[in-house]
């Protein structure tokens, strides 16, 4: 069971938007900023986006991030086939000393 | 850019030690800036977070709760590089590993090593 909870799927067409949850606690996501991931299989997984809201230089704006109380949610709009891959949140959790993740995403485009 | 090279064996035996190594290039394990991480993924787990260590005029570590007991995390000056020692391994511990940078201003993970995927049986 993961600190961070995630929908273990989602799924869009070509084009539409698409938006990820991630539910935390106070001692995590309340006070500490999250993070998203991309993992495509057979590679490293990949920052999307930090600091709640901020993007790498490299990642397409069709990425965003926002955070409100204890919930932090990822939105891919324009959504394309190579998009397809398993989306993960994480955060530091003052409580536990560490950095915790969601249990993952798996997003498929239909 | 940062670049993290990862070494070790692939196969450990039950009740061993698993041991990894990751070079660091483009930055330095003793960054006040960074903190050095160990990542690992399966698929009945997904992305878990094993521990880090890091230097603020000391050297601290951070290690996953559930871990505790059998986890060690050592930075290396001389050759710029920290491991992973997990000892009592099970087949639990069969993962894809990953060392990685932490960004301690921003709270992510910025750069990630390749990974290897670390398989304990007999």
Known sequence: QSVLTQPPSASGTPGQRVTISCSGSYSNLGIKTASWYQHLPGSAPKVLIYYDDKRPSGVPDRFSGSKSGTSASLAISGLQSEDEADYYCASWDNSLSGVVFGGGTKLTVL | ?122
């Open chain 2, 1 to 122: 850019q940062v670049q993290l090279q990862l070494a070790g064996p692939r196969l450990v035996k039950p009740s061993q030690t698993l041991s990894l190594t990751c070079a660091i290039s483009g930055d330095s394990v003793s960054s006040d800036r960074s903190a050095w991480t160990w990542i690992r993924q399966s698929p009945s787990r997904g992305l878990e977070w094993l521990g880090r260590t890091y230097y603020r005029s000391q050297w601290f570590h951070d290690y996953a709760v559930s871990l505790k007991s059998r986890i060690s995390i050592d930075p290396d000056t001389s050759k710029n590089q920290f491991s992973l020692h997990l000892n009592s391994v099970t087949p639990e511990d069969t993962a894809v590993y990953y060392c990685a940078r932490w960004d301690h201003d921003h709270s992510y993970v910025d750069f990630w090593g390749q990974g290897t995927l670390v398989t304990v049986s007999s």
